[in-house]
């Protein structure tokens, strides 16, 4: 709801659920920002009731510079703003910098007009941003936009401000425009989506950054002056630093107090600040990265900025990321796959690599149909000459080598099976070694003249080039009607250097990285449109472009080319801060991992990937029968319980937040709360410690629940030698005697089955079957050895 205070000047308010939102147009016309926080009453007929917001001024503090002479109490620098500009006082990080022909960056936004817009009439006034937005589906949705425009009268410059509210969610998300009502040019310095000017203590960033295989590290600083920035500058929005923060008082938790989170609709460098002023207030902007960025304007043009999603949350960061999921998957998430269960897949990747062809990628989804997968991906390798990273990117043609009948053949043989069929491809990308290099070598993202640097053995198409873009949608509408194609797996492999488009002059070569993510934009808008049947996965060499602008065309992106478990329950914890599980994709790879050479059990392999967008991802020819059956039985058990996996409400366990934390949990519950699967995982095993606590969370705690775990067998390797101590047998390790034994003996594993309220198991915890310790073995002992795991379900009793 939006709340209008009418006054000499207006107020504005937006009203979520549990959220409030309010600023004002103050005596210089200026926008201030006063509140963010828990809902607050506001009576629109009583403006005296606004009064507490206001800072009240008296004299401006020494030494700062007094905005006008009329008003010697104001000083621009300690004024809560929601546009802060340079040139007028204001020394703190600005919104806005842009400069005039004469050589000036001064500006100045003051009010103008607003407006209340439904969705669709703000989409239609967005129509020419070429960016994604959310929106809402439903006709008479409750979510609104305030629109407020602000004009430098000086400079001839307007400020369009967007605030759509989504009470539902608890979200407000920001945007603007800028249009250029002079008659001259002007150069964007920059430009940001949201500003927010704190006066309470919002001094903790929770920031998550990484590396390839280690995406998504959650950190936390606490700022005590000065500035604290998270940024890409790698041309996407980067495993680096992902565009998701949180700020928060230190006391905030998992469980309790303030929060507020920002992310941008962006897949391009972007850039997020904290600075605590000499006043003792925070500023937080987010947005395009200024870095390397500019933009010019032509008389009568307008700039967008991406849209960026706020969220408040008074009940820790569960509250934060309970809301952050239902926006999500109503407001961005997008087509035909939106509630749909996602099918499980069978990648080929860590099975083959790139030495693929028809036979071998029969047989391995014959071995994936026989274990209960729904799709089968063919990954890289598949094209002309692809047999390793050094060519290739370009000839989106079957390399007949390989696949003898194309893809037309192998896409109706995987569906002879019994399978859907899907496939990789890397669209923006061109290797130097192609034919169409050859063709277009100005295709390529590099400075002409000069020596380029490369990633992965490839340069960067150049989408700021129409003729380009053109292409890669004709290219891959080829590609993705040569079969039965249902699922595509979208890779960007690198990051940008030489950043350059041999398109564009040399004044707006600052806009290439931006024109960048607008081209690609325009290609999965397209692509999308032509093929809304397929799944599309995003991926960029795991998580390197991660973020809500990818989300808006493309329902799941791959996580992080890391498969291990173990770091796969940091990864993923970290993502749920932010995004649900059902728009990051896990799969099951073999061991050792391929990325770490550790050894985990695939029970737990399979476990954590169960919470996410289950996938396997290994060779499962060369599997043992016992692996095999093991892994047909997780996908039967995985079919079962998808809906809650992929669609419930999920809960990180408290005690994951604590970065040493041995333990990890998670529970997803059905959206009435009836069904829920949990799981708990610890990290080293300790001796002679054997009580454990699963603490679910969600559940409804008057409803009764059948609390019971899954049927697990031992083997009798598990215990390696210590079986001497009972067989009547010598049983060597690794001999013939072993392997012959193990494939008879298994013991059954312990048994999980109470009944009990929602409020004793969430509260009290349950406490687990005594891990085995060192001291004794029976069918009441949890052999729980080092990165072990279990899934427990709850079940309303009726
Ligand atoms: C990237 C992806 C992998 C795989 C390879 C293929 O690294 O993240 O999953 O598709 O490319 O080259």
């Not at 828990?38 to 007094?66: H, K, M, W, Y």
């Not at 071995?367 to 047999?387: C, H, P, Q, S, Y």
Request: include cysteine; proline fraction near 5%.
């Amino acid at each position: 709801m939006i709340q209008i205070v009418k006054d000499t000047r207006p107020w504005f308010f937006l009203q979520t659920t549990h959220s409030t939102y309010g600023m004002r147009v103050m005596e210089t016309g200026h926008l201030e920002h006063l509140y963010y926080g828990e809902r607050i009453t506001v009576d629109t007929q009583d403006p005296s009731s606004c009064a507490p917001l206001v800072i009240q001024r008296a004299f401006a503090p020494g030494n700062t510079c007094i905005y006008t002479k009329e008003q010697p109490q104001i000083s621009m620098e300690d004024v809560c703003l929601e546009v802060g500009t340079c040139g007028k006082g204001d020394i703190r990080e600005p919104f806005l910098e842009v400069c005039f022909t004469d050589g000036s960056v001064t500006s100045d936004f003051t009010f103008v007009s607003f407006e209340v817009l439904t969705l669709k009439d703000r989409d239609e006034r967005m129509q020419a941003s070429g960016l994604p937005h959310s929106y809402s589906e439903e006709e008479s949705s409750s979510a609104k936009c305030l629109h407020i425009i602000l004009q430098d009268a000086t400079n001839r410059l307007e400020l369009q401000l967007f605030y759509t509210v989504y009470e539902d969610c608890d979200v407000i998300t920001r945007s603007a425009c800028l249009l250029n009502r002079s008659d001259t040019f002007v150069t964007i310095e920059r430009c940001m989506s949201a500003q927010l000017d704190l006066t309470e203590d919002y001094s903790e960033v929770t920031h998550f950054s990484g590396a390839w295989a280690r995406e998504m590290h959650r950190e936390q600083i606490t700022l005590s002056s000065g500035k604290f920035v998270n940024s890409s500058y790698t041309g996407t929005s980067s495993n680096r630093a992902n565009p998701f923060v949180i700020l928060s008082p230190e006391n905030t938790c998992e469980t309790s107090g303030s929060c507020i989170s920002c992310n941008l609709i962006y897949s391009g460098n972007h850039y997020e600040a904290l600075e605590k002023d000499s006043y003792g207030k925070f500023r937080f902007v987010a947005g395009i990265n200024p870095r390397s960025f500019s933009w010019q304007l032509a008389p009568g043009e307008a700039f967008y900025t991406p849209e960026a999603v706020l969220n408040f949350s008074a009940d820790g960061s569960r509250g934060l990321s309970g809301q952050l999921h239902s926006f999500i998957r109503e407001h961005i998430v997008r087509g035909v796959w939106k509630h749909k269960p996602r099918p499980v897949l069978l990648n080929s990747w860590e099975a083959c690599y790139f030495k693929i062809d028809e036979k071998k990628l029969l047989q391995l989804a014959k071995a994936g149909k026989d274990a209960g997968i729904e799709l089968f991906v063919m990954d890289d390798g598949w094209f002309l000459g692809r047999n390793n990273d050094t060519s290739s990117l370009g000839d989106w043609e079957p390399d007949p080598k390989k696949l003898p009948g194309g893809i037309a053949s192998l896409s109706k043989k995987i569906k002879e099976l019994g399978m859907d069929f899907g496939i990789w491809v890397e669209p923006e990308m061109i290797s130097e070694n192609s034919n169409l290099y050859k063709g277009h070598p100005d295709w390529a993202m590099k400075i002409p003249g000069h020596p380029h640097s490369e990633g992965r053995n490839q340069c960067i198409l150049d989408l700021c080039n129409p003729e380009v873009r053109k292409y890669v949608i004709e290219e891959m509408t080829r590609v993705f009607s040569s079969g039965e194609i249902r699922y595509v797996k979208w890779d960007m492999n690198r990051n940008f250097s030489d950043i350059y488009s041999p398109y564009l002059p040399a004044a707006k070569q600052g806009e290439t990285a931006h024109r960048y993510v607008l081209g690609l934009y325009q290609i999965m808008e397209e692509l999308t449109t032509r093929f809304p049947k397929i799944l599309f996965e995003g991926c960029s060499a795991g998580g390197n472009r991660f973020d809500l602008g990818i989300l808006c065309y493309f329902p799941q992106i791959w996580a992080s080319d890391n498969t291990d478990a173990l770091c796969r329950t940091g990864i993923q914890n970290s993502y749920s801060y932010g995004y649900p599980l059902s728009v990051f994709t896990a799969h099951v790879s073999s061991c050792p991992n391929h990325q770490t050479l550790r050894i985990t059990p695939l029970e737990t392999r399979f476990q954590v990937a169960s919470f996410g967008i289950l996938g396997y991802e290994c060779n499962l020819k060369d599997l043992s029968g016992s692996d095999l059956n093991a892994i047909r039985e997780q996908i039967a058990f995985y079919k079962k319980w998808r809906d809650v996996f992929q669609f419930g409400s999920f809960y990180r366990g408290a005690e994951n937040e604590a970065s040493d934390s041995e333990t990890l949990s998670w529970t997803c519950v059905s959206p009435d709360g009836r069904r829920a699967v949990g799981l708990f995982f610890r990290r080293l095993t300790v001796p002679n410690q054997s009580h454990d606590w699963y603490r679910p969370v969600g559940l409804l705690p008057d409803v009764k629940y059948h609390f019971y775990g899954r049927n697990i067998k031992y083997n009798l390797k598990d215990f390696g030698d210590l079986v001497n101590t009972v067989s009547p047998i010598h049983i060597k390790q690794g001999s013939a005697l072993q392997e012959i034994l193990s494939r008879f003996v298994n013991m059954d594993g312990e048994k999980e089955d109470l009944t009990a309220y929602g409020d004793t198991l969430m509260r009290a915890g349950i406490a687990l079957k005594p891990a085995f310790a060192g001291t004794g073995y029976n069918s009441d002992t949890r052999l729980f050895p080092d990165f072990s795991s279990r899934i427990y379900f709850m079940e309303a009793v009726e």
